[in-house]
Each structure stands twice: as structure tokens, then as C-alpha cells.
């Protein structure tokens, strides 16, 4: 449980570390991009407005202007990102001849790739965008078209090694985040692990300490019977003395499974609980209660073989007596999924769902009234939890269709 506890405080930080590590990331990349995108673009539209089909800067250089810029072009256009920038440009005529290419200094595009490039932009009527590394402009001049492009291939790779360095610090922080939250959940679940283990160990030593007790009294009220004879009072004290020990019985069980070694062997879990259902049918003909089996042959299990049957006697028992309105107990044993699959149910009438939960809670009941007349204590559940928790398996009840469902679920031997 507390193993559990502690998985889910750890899991439960580091998702909410690596969420927010995804959306800083996020929005860094995003505005990042964007800011670059419109500076690129304000760039691209700045060559585009002073490119002159008679006056080309050539090699790639971008164009210059004396005084201020025209009313279209931002006036903080001119900035040493421009100046340092790659541009390419066709300009094509209506009649779709090349009139003039500006395939720069570097080389990287050839003027047939450019030129093959921004017919396929003009076909395909696209007036802005991008392809690869080039960001693209059109605008219809006076008897041509000029297509412009601008190389971001510079911008776009310092916008992704800044992106490189976030990732990078951010899974070391997690690393480092995950060594912490470790630290952070072994102080908030420890303090309670050793609380749950002193009260495991109180349960466990009142009950033995109470059992000898109990042993002396009950010995010496029957004495004391035999030699005085009937009596009111000493038929009290045997009575009382007797639901002690059931109690006390109970709680040694409780411990013995939570806390004791377990000692496991290979088990043919189906020939044990149709040895556990046999005795159980006597007790439910007396109640005029049938019990219906549907168990599977020889599914094996690991596990102790005393408290495994204790958890399927536990079940019947518990079927027997609150069955109500229905004359048959169905039990089924079948196996699901490397599962060995346990499935216990009685009519009844439905138990709350907030009641559900708490069932396999120590001394809980589902009366409002506690009534432990039956020599039974709200522990069964609570010791039929612990010994499947001890198997590696898991309980739970439903209710569907008037019947109460438990089901026990314990992993199927390895082969």
C-alpha cells in the first residue's frame, strides 16, 4: 500500500514537472518562431519593395535605399539582420519568360532551381510561404512577377539549437526534480509506514498478550460452573469470555496475515476451493440456500495454502450470511489473463457505493449498528484483503442485477 503511495506521489510530481516543462517548451518554441517568422517577413516584404527589375543589387545582396524608406516598408526594417540576410529573386513576365534571377554569391541554389521553384509557386497561384529552408514572397509588378525568396536557414537553425538547449536543461532539471520528489515522498510516506507498522504490532501483541488471559478466565468460569452449578452470572462470564476470544482469534489472524513470513508452494487453487465450498453447503441448506460451483480444473497458483484457504472461507462465509432474497450462492474459479480469477456473489440488497469502499476496512460493517452477536467483528474482509495483498492479487465488490459480487483476482503460477 504504502509502496503504491509512494509511486503515485512520484508519478503524480513528475507529471505535473513534465507538463509544465512541455508547455514552457511550447511556448518558448512557439513564440520564438513567430517572432522570427514576422521578422523574416518584414524582411522578405522590405527587399521586395525596393527590388527593381533595372537595378538589381546582385549576388544576393540586399537592396539599399538613400534617405527613408517607402510608406510600405516598416521604418525599423533596416537592421543588421537585414543587411546580413540571403536573398534570391525571379522576376518572370506575363508571357511567362525569365527576365532576370538573383541567384546570390554562395552558390547554394542554382539559378534553373530557383527559376523551376517559382514557376512551380506562380502554378499553383501561392502569393507567401515556405519550402524547406526558403521563405517565399510574390507581387505582380508592371509586365512581370517577381517571385523573392530569402534563406532562413541561419534563423531557423539558431532557433533550433535554442530549442536543443531548453530540452536538454529541462530533462537534466527532471533528473534532478525526480531525485528530489524521491527524497519528498520518502518523508511524507515513511512517517506513516511506521505508524501502520506500530499498529500492526500493538494489534498483534494485545492479541497474544490477551490470549492467555482470556484462556484463565474461560478455564476457571467452567470450573466454577461444575462445582456450583447453574448460574446467571458465571453464564455471563462464559458467554462474554467466548466472544473475546473470537475477537481475539480474529485480530491474531489479522496479524498473522499482514505480518507473518509467507510461505509459499505451488497450489492447484481449483481442488481448494472446492474443498472450502464443501463444508459450506451443509450450512447453506440450513439457511435454504444452494451453492452453484463453475471451477475450472487445475488452475495453479504460488501461495500459502492455509491462508489461501482462509480467504475462500472467509468469502462463502460472508455470502451465506448476507444472502437475502435469492436461494443460491454462485461461486467461480476460472482463469483470465495469467489472472487466476476468484468470483464469489449472493443476492442482496445494493451497497452503497461509499460504503463499498470502506468494506474491507478493519471492524467496519455495513449495519449501522454494530451487532457482533455472530462472533463476527467487521475483520473477515480486512483479513481476506491482506492475504490476497500478500499473494500480489486484488479484491473488490460490485453490485449488478440484486447480487453482491467479490472478486479476488492472484497472479497464475509461472512456468
Not at 492479541?207 to 452470572?233: D, M, Y
Not at 489479522?254 to 453447503?281: D, K, Y
Not at 476460472?334 to 469502499?357: C, D, T, W, Y
Request: net charge negative; with cysteine; glycine share 6%.
Amino acid at each position: 500500500m504504502f509502496r503504491r503511495s509512494r509511486k503515485r506521489i512520484v508519478a503524480s510530481v513528475m507529471l505535473s514537472l513534465v507538463l509544465f516543462l512541455v508547455i514552457t517548451i511550447g511556448v518558448i518554441y512557439t513564440s520564438s518562431y513567430l517572432r522570427i517568422r514576422n521578422q523574416n517577413i518584414e524582411m522578405l516584404r522590405r527587399y521586395v519593395g525596393l527590388y527593381s527589375l533595372d537595378e538589381q543589387p546582385g549576388e544576393g545582396s540586399p537592396p539599399e535605399f538613400d534617405g527613408e524608406p517607402p510608406s510600405d516598408i516598416p521604418p525599423d526594417a533596416e537592421t543588421p539582420e537585414y543587411k546580413l540576410s540571403t536573398f534570391y529573386s525571379v522576376a518572370v513576365s506575363e508571357s511567362s519568360e525569365v527576365l532576370a534571377t538573383d541567384s546570390g554569391k554562395q552558390g547554394v541554389y542554382t539559378e534553373s532551381e530557383l527559376v523551376d521553384t517559382a514557376q512551380e509557386i506562380l502554378e499553383k497561384g501561392r502569393t507567401s510561404g515556405r519550402l524547406g529552408s526558403l521563405l517565399y514572397m510574390t507581387e505582380k509588378r508592371d509586365g512581370f512577377t517577381l517571385v523573392a525568396f530569402m534563406d532562413i536557414t541561419v534563423s531557423m537553425s539558431s532557433m533550433n539549437t535554442l530549442i536543443n538547449y531548453t530540452i536538454a536543461a529541462g530533462l537534466v532539471a527532471l533528473v534532478v526534480l525526480f531525485i528530489v520528489s524521491m527524497r519528498i515522498a520518502d518523508r511524507i510516506i515513511t512517517p506513516l509506514e511506521q505508524n501502520d507498522m506500530r499498529q500492526k504490532q500493538f494489534v498483534s501483541d494485545a492479541g497474544h498478550e490477551l490470549k492467555t488471559p482470556i484462556s484463565v478466565i474461560s478455564a476457571n468460569a467452567e470450573l466454577l460452573h461444575r462445582q456450583s452449578g447453574e448460574s446467571e452470572w458465571l453464564s455471563n462470564i462464559c458467554y462474554e469470555t467466548d466472544r473475546m476470544s473470537s475477537l481475539v482469534r480474529q485480530l491474531l489472524d489479522l496479524s498473522r496475515a499482514e505480518n507473518a513470513e509467507l510461505v509459499t508452494e505451488e497450489i492447484n487453487l481449483s481442488r481448494l476451493v472446492t474443498g472450502e465450498v464443501l463444508p459450506f453447503e451443509s450450512v447453506a441448506f440450513e439457511q435454504g440456500l444452494t451453492i452453484e460451483s463453475n471451477i475450472a480444473d487445475d488452475v495453479l497458483v504460488n501461495g500459502n495454502r492455509s491462508q489461501l484457504g482462509q480467504l475462500v472461507s472467509i468469502l462463502l462465509d460472508n455470502a451465506t450470511r448476507h444472502s437475502s432474497g435469492g436461494n443460491a450462492v454462485d461461486v467461480s474459479l476460472q482463469a483470465e489473463h495469467k489472472q487466476a480469477v476468484l468470483a464469489v456473489s449472493n443476492s442482496s440488497e445494493p451497497i452503497p457505493k461509499e460504503k463499498q469502499a470502506r468494506l474491507f476496512e478493519r471492524f467496519y460493517r455495513v449495519d449501522e449498528v454494530r451487532n457482533s452477536e455472530d462472533g463476527h467483528y467487521g475483520l473477515g474482509l480486512a483479513i481476506a484483503k491482506a492475504i490476497t495483498e500478500r499473494h500480489g492479487g486484488t479484491i473488490g465488490v460490485k453490485c449488478e442485477d440484486g447480487r453482491v459480487i467479490f472478486k479476488v483476482t492472484i497472479p497464475l503460477r509461472k512456468i
